[in-house]
């Protein structure tokens, strides 16, 4: 039998987490042995979820590359395959394409610190790469970890978050935006830009990644480079309608780059290079 | 077609017509079992989307019933779902749509042997008029499992190339 | 390269046709369905249109407006997939023209790396017809396409004196397998290199330079976001993959989608990256004259008219390019 | 168009402030194309008979041209029709429109609702429309005019091209791109096409102008009109109680209607 581009792993949910409202985490297997023996990914990359018979969804793999026996998938509900997707229970088959797209340059990384800047829905594609971070030990330098989303409920990988701030090696910042918090809230209250501008990590020898929602990544950008970051040292990923994930659909254009083949990891001086369909 | 039993679907409103299904149950009269009764909230909310849909899935012939005009629970619900019938029945029939599969009926919450007796002819209509597989046809999706037994048998290794 | 001629009568063509279709071919040629020309199987000669340009170009024999990627079957906690076999083996496409083959030609650098397609692409024989006149709206010529040669098919067929000149290469051989005595060396006039193509190009990738002319809000006026000059293009690839199905079995599909219309670039967010007709014709233009020069090193647009021919407002792609560079 | 009316377009731009006009013109291949004038300079003569005229008026669903406010728009019968009915359905509420219908050597100016009402009295047909192809269809049995269908709906790509260039096709969101659930299915199968088909048609069921635009555009020449006149003409006999019932048609009813298949 040939080989196609569409034909997609078989993947078993082993684990469902609920993050927050309408924010599922799956946690998926491969069914067959030598799918797994022959995959390999990296810190960056994403996939097409499929549901069969409903369709097929791009997410980023939020898991880390170290941890080899799964990969895990966090999305929120929005259109029918995530809808489709949210009723799947534990047990369910899923259909798995992937990896595509390029990688986080990590191995340039090498000594030094990292900042991570993430709103919303914007942290699992980081996810995937603190884990991979802190993971690998001593590699790298600091890492500053700031997140915002607008609400306490809103906040994904609760459980991880309070790992990390046990964690010595990082600085955490939680915030929620003003109107979100509880009494008992002790993190930051303020946008993800304020935050950053009151942590102000140094910028010498840092790299910045960043994601969430635009306007939270132009404010923050700017702050960013307010504290000495330069361009080609922020990195961020984007995410386009995609269809195919391998160049081919043209869905995910923003002019002559596909951001599934050329993206999603795109330097800031790239992405200012790109014309604005993003 | 001896032994072939259709699949019905009824479209029905929750205050007439599922009340009169009711009572047909309750007064221990017998009707076929090859219905499936859907209740909505009124005539007005079943809209032709639905209808085609439900061919979509396989039914035969579809019962779509509620209030008697006048009698509708919201006042103008049937009135304006009669007109839409009317018209939609038109549209099945310049297209050349089995309408004889569709069987339009008012039955009230009283009418418990009306409703029996809709059922009944609807389904012996169907026995005659056979599934219906013209439309079937045109389904890109196979109504029955396995699509092939030779499709089901041959699980294929699937190895997509990694970029 | 089409390296050897012969001569058929009107009588010899149809009967080379027709001979072809009897030994169990399967031949795909320009027919009139419901009163449009469109390619499509052939049980007989007369069937074919052959002094017309088809509403729908040729594209469609390698990418049907939808087709099978896969079919799947699923159980308590198993599924099956099962992928869809489908080759072009067999099969000679007749009646293609001088910008069909241009367009497979751009079709066989884009899809490159797809096996399936690529594999389609390669495998069905090629019989082009010159063109003669120019249909309405063509464009061809102005972009370096000679409506009377191809040298990307395996068969050409020109009108002479009574009858054809038919040029063919090895591959076209097999298909005609004429009497050795009949087959002369081709004799065809090849085209001089056209100097001020290179120039119309290179001009027409200054396009970049105006991406934020406020031209194209006048251009894209007319545009009412349809996809019917997406789908008639011989060269627009976009697709859509979507699943038919319910809880037991179906098939995963691609099926064409176009640029032009609004729900092609909205996320599920609500968010839309191109969110009026302005940007979406804007896409389309950038996407044929100039994208595809750096990421394929050609220009898409092949000039055959058809999406002038197709669209509600009859906007002319090329004029417009002109017009914005103006 | 004719002298006069130019004279009347240069007249709108420069005292009525009207900063565009929708004028209709031949191409050099002889289709009838939308002609934009934004200024004067852009105001070309050509002639168009008035039964070759299309209906442009589904321009003024884009947000773009809803942008102009003031806008001229030449038209025929079937665009004051459109109009008409645009206007009963709320569409062109913050939109000055000057209708400008050419006639033998002089033209008709509307602007109002009234007007529009005046006008398509005066031209006042019956409402039975009689189309050739419709009786042939209706003369068919039920399995030909299933065949007839599925051969002619064969070649629809849905390109939707029906749907972009009708004027009462004005929702911002269609049923198509509704996928919770996928009411429509999205690949070009017979099956979702002939759903498409069905959809359109009921939704413009009592709305339809039948200004036939939807068939001048089709790629694959369908005839949809043959849906559009058909159930003009089953509304007109169904419930011709009185004249409104046919502008409203789904939405209104009479209080003693009675439908023989209704048991």
């Not at chain 3, 396409?145 to 009108?159: A, E, G, H, W």
């Not at chain 3, 006026?221 to 627009?236: E, K, N, R």
Request: overall charge neutral; charged content about 25%; hydrophobic content about 35%.
């Amino acid at each position: 039998m040939e080989k196609s581009w569409y034909i997609p792993y078989k993947m078993k949910i082993t684990k469902v987490i609920n993050e927050a409202v309408n924010v599922k985490t799956f946690r998926l297997e491969f069914v067959n042995p030598e799918d797994k023996a022959a995959f390999s990914f990296k810190a960056g990359q994403f996939g097409e979820y499929s549901i069969f018979s409903e369709g097929e969804s791009t997410f980023c793999i939020a898991s880390s590359p170290t941890r080899k026996d799964y990969i895990e998938c966090t999305f929120r509900t929005a259109g029918r395959v995530t809808n489709a997707l949210a009723r799947c229970e534990e047990g369910d088959i899923l259909g798995f394409r992937g990896p595509y797209g390029n990688v986080f340059p990590m191995n340039n990384w090498a000594g030094k610190n990292i900042v991570f800047v993430a709103g919303g829905i914007g942290l699992p594609p980081l996810r995937c790469v603190i884990w991979n971070v802190l993971d690998l030990g001593d590699t790298f330098g600091h890492i500053t970890i700031v997140y915002g989303a607008k609400s306490i409920e809103e906040l994904v990988y609760k459980d991880e978050l309070k790992e990390w701030s046990k964690n010595p090696k990082v600085t955490l910042a939680v915030t929620v935006d003003p109107g979100g918090e509880n009494p008992e809230w002790k993190g930051h209250i303020g946008f993800v830009p304020d935050v950053i501008r009151k942590i102000a990590p140094k910028s010498e020898n840092t790299i910045a990644l960043i994601c969430g929602p635009p306007i939270m990544i132009k404010l923050s950008l700017t702050v960013l480079n307010e504290l000495g970051f330069s361009d080609n040292n922020i990195y961020s990923t984007l995410e386009n309608r995609m269809k195919c994930g391998i160049g081919q659909c043209g869905h995910c254009m923003v002019g002559k780059k596909y951001v599934c083949k050329d993206g999603p990891v795109f330097t800031n001086e790239e992405i200012k290079a790109l014309p604005l369909e993003y | 077609m001896e032994d072939f039993e259709p699949k019905l679907a009824a479209f029905v409103c929750n205050w007439c017509t599922y009340a009169g299904a009711d009572l047909t149950g309750t007064s221990r009269m017998k009707y076929p079992s090859n219905v499936r009764i859907l209740r909505f909230p009124c005539t007005g909310r079943i809209d032709f989307m639905l209808v085609m849909k439900a061919f979509d899935s396989g039914v035969d012939g579809l019962i779509v019933s509620g209030c008697h005009p006048n009698d509708c629970h919201y006042t103008s619900g049937n009135f304006h779902a009669q007109r839409r019938w009317v018209v939609f029945k038109e549209v099945l029939d310049i297209m050349g749509f089995d309408t004889r599969r569709i069987f339009f009926t008012w039955v009230s919450a009283a009418e418990g042997a009306k409703w029996a007796k809709v059922v009944t002819d609807a389904v012996e209509e169907l026995k005659k008029l056979g599934p219906y597989s013209e439309f079937k046809k045109i389904l890109l999706k196979k109504l029955q499992f396995p699509l092939d037994n030779k499709t089901a048998d041959r699980e294929i290794k699937t190895e997509p190339v990694i970029s | 390269m089409l390296n050897k001629q012969i001569h058929y009568s009107n009588q010899q063509l149809q009967s080379w046709v027709d001979g072809l279709i009897y030994k169990g071919k399967t031949v795909i040629g320009p027919v009139k369905k419901n009163g449009v020309t469109c390619f499509s199987e052939i049980k007989n000669f007369n069937e074919l249109i052959l002094n017309e340009r088809t509403v729908y170009s040729a594209k469609e024999v390698v990418l049907p407006k939808y087709d099978i990627l896969f079919k799947f079957a699923k159980e308590k906690d198993k599924v099956f997939i099962s992928k869809n076999e489908n080759s072009l083996n067999n099969v000679i496409v007749i009646g293609l023209r001088p910008c069909d083959n241009e367009g497979f030609d751009y079709l066989r650098l884009f899809f490159k790396s797809d096996p399936d397609i690529l594999q389609k692409l390669n495998t069905f024989i090629s019989v082009t017809i010159a063109c003669e006149k120019k249909f309405d709206g063509c464009f061809c010529e102005e972009l370096g396409i000679d409506k009377n040669y191809s040298n990307k098919t395996d068969v050409l067929i020109k009108t002479s004196e009574n009858g054809y000149d038919i040029y063919f290469n090895d591959r076209g051989n097999e298909i005609l397998s004429p009497q050795a005595s009949d087959v002369k060396p081709a004799e065809i006039k090849k085209p001089v290199p056209n100097v001020s193509i290179d120039n119309k190009v290179a001009y027409l990738k200054k396009l970049s330079e105006q991406y934020n002319s406020e031209k194209w809000k006048i251009v894209s006026m007319g545009c009412l976001g349809c996809g019917s000059c997406a789908f008639v293009c011989p060269t627009c690839t976009c697709f859509d993959v979507q699943d038919e199905g319910n809880t037991q079995n179906g098939q995963r599909l691609i099926c064409w989608d176009a640029c032009g219309m609004g729900l092609f670039t909205k996320h599920a967010s609500g968010h839309n990256p191109r969110p009026s007709q302005v940007e979406r014709r804007r896409h389309r233009i950038m996407h044929k004259f100039v994208y595809t020069q750096d990421t394929e090193g050609k220009i898409s647009c092949v000039g055959c008219g058809r999406c002038i021919a197709a669209c509600p407002a009859h906007l002319n792609i090329y004029n417009q390019a002109l017009q914005i560079l103006q | 168009m004719n002298q006069k009316i130019n004279q009347h377009i240069a007249y709108l731009m420069k005292e009525k402030g009207v900063n565009l006009i929708i004028s209709q013109a031949k191409d050099s291949n002889g289709f009838v194309i939308p002609h934009f004038i934004l200024s004067e300079n852009d105001i070309i003569s050509s002639v168009i008979a008035i039964n070759e005229m299309r209906n442009f008026f589904a321009y003024l669903n884009k947000q773009e041209i809803k942008s102009f406010k003031s806008i001229g728009i030449v038209c025929n019968y079937f665009g004051v029709k459109t109009f008409f009915q645009l206007k009963f359905e709320n569409q062109l509420k913050d939109l000055e429109l000057f209708l400008l219908i050419p006639t033998d050597d002089d033209f008709i100016e509307i602007t109002s609702e009234k007007q529009a009402e005046d006008y398509l009295s005066g031209l006042k047909q019956s409402t039975i429309l009689v189309d050739e192809e419709l009786e042939n269809v209706k003369k068919m049995s039920m399995e030909e005019r299933w065949n007839y269908w599925m051969k002619t709906l064969e070649l629809c790509t849905k390109c939707y091209a029906c749907r972009a260039a009708c004027p009462m096709c004005y929702c911002s969101s269609c049923t198509t791109e509704c996928n919770i659930p996928q009411w429509i299915p999205v690949p070009a199968s017979l099956h979702g096409i002939f759903e498409w088909h069905v959809m359109r048609a009921m939704h413009l069921a009592g709305r339809c102008t039948e200004c036939d635009e939807c068939v001048k555009v089709c790629p694959a020449n369908i005839p949809l009109n043959i849906l559009n006149k058909g159930l003009h003409n089953k509304i007109s006999e169904a419930f011709s109680s009185d004249d409104s019932s046919i502008k409203y048609a789904l939405n209104f009813f009479q209080p003693d209607e009675k439908v023989d298949f209704i048991k």
